[in-house]
């Protein structure tokens, strides 16, 4: 069973920076395609970041409006661990961030649903005061 573990999140302040960490157990982690959704108390989990295996050694990355030019999202395949950098924070972006992983590729299109992925940590708190 793949297990995804993510760490990093905290107490920052508005405009600070917090690195998010998912480790993902899988074997061929290069071939899965990796995402950070968020869900803040009473929404919806949404969308923010992908970063999603299209073939051979070749990953496609894109973002939520919401986050765009703020938050950064990486991996490196040696350590099975995909990032999200995260940058200027605001108030706004206080969540719970959930990494989820799919083995395989994502069509661009379905990358924001959450149906999409069967994998799923179980999430850091990231608290951002103003």
């Known amino acids: 069973q793949v297990q995804l573990v993510e760490s990093g999140g905290g107490l920052v302040q508005a405009g600070g920076s917090l690195r998010l960490s998912c480790v993902n157990s899988g074997h061929t982690f290069s071939r899965y395609s990796m995402s950070w959704f968020r869900q803040a108390p009473g929404k919806e989990r949404e969308f923010i970041a992908t970063?999603?295996?299209?073939?051979?050694?070749?990953?496609?990355?894109d973002y939520a409006d919401s986050v765009k030019g703020r938050f950064t999202i990486s991996r490196d395949n040696a350590k099975n661990t995909v990032y999200l950098q995260m940058n200027s924070l605001k108030p706004e972006d206080t969540a719970v961030y959930y990494c989820?992983?799919?083995?395989?590729?994502?069509?661009?299109?379905?990358?924001?649903?959450?149906?999409?992925?069967?994998?799923w940590g179980q999430g850091t708190q990231v608290t951002v005061s103003s």
């Open positions: 989820a992983g799919h083995y395989g590729v994502i069509i661009t299109a379905q990358a924001m649903d959450i149906a999409s992925y069967e994998y």
């Open positions: 970063i999603n295996w299209i073939g051979g050694s070749t990953y496609y990355a």
